[in-house]
Each structure stands twice: as structure tokens, then as C-alpha cells.
């Protein structure tokens, strides 16, 4: 799988934040045939960091209903990346 379809989006949320700050792991949206293999090797190559540890998680879908219609959103695939001591990525601290 080429690197660059690996990592769909970073994740900004209050939780991911406070993990970001507090033990320096980073929450992405990856692709849901992506394995922990290539997303380590995909935060390595492009952010040029050294990855220790990945946990991945698939959320469910979320019901929307609008009347009588009932729907459902996509599944996404979350992956925790947990970096170096003292290894910050620049794309989260611009903010």
C-alpha cells in the first residue's frame, strides 16, 4: 500500500489532545486495510520520527435518523501512535 493513502487525517479532539500532551501519542484516521505495519512505517517516512508503539481501533458507524429515514455513517479505522521521549510532531504543535 503506498504510504501517503496510509494516513487519512489527524484526529483533534479533547482526549487525543491530552494524550498528545501528556504521553506523546497522536491520533490519526488511517485506511481501514492499512495494518499496524504500515501505519508505523507511513508516520516514520513522512514525518521522519521514530515510532514505538501503534494501537488501532475500528469505530462504528453512527445511526442519523431524519424523519422516518434511518441511516448510517461510515466505519473509520483510528490508529494511536506513540512516539520517542522528547519527539513532537510539527503538524500538532502549530496550533
Do not use: W
Request: glycine residues 6%; charged residues 30%; aromatic residues 6%.
Amino acid at each position: 500500500m503506498n504510504l501517503y493513502n496510509v494516513l487519512v487525517r489527524p484526529v483533534l479532539s479533547e482526549k487525543s489532545n491530552d494524550a498528545r500532551e501528556n504521553a506523546g501519542k497522536y491520533t490519526f484516521e488511517v485506511n481501514m486495510k492499512s495494518t499496524k505495519e504500515d501505519i508505523q512505517r507511513a508516520v516514520e517516512k513522512i514525518y521522519n520520527v521514530k515510532v514505538t508503539g501503534v494501537q488501532t481501533m475500528v469505530t462504528r458507524g453512527k445511526v442519523r435518523r431524519r424523519g422516518l429515514h434511518v441511516s448510517m455513517d461510515s466505519k473509520c479505522k483510528k490508529a494511536i501512535v506513540t512516539l520517542t521521549a522528547g519527539t513532537k510532531l510539527p503538524l500538532f504543535e502549530e496550533q
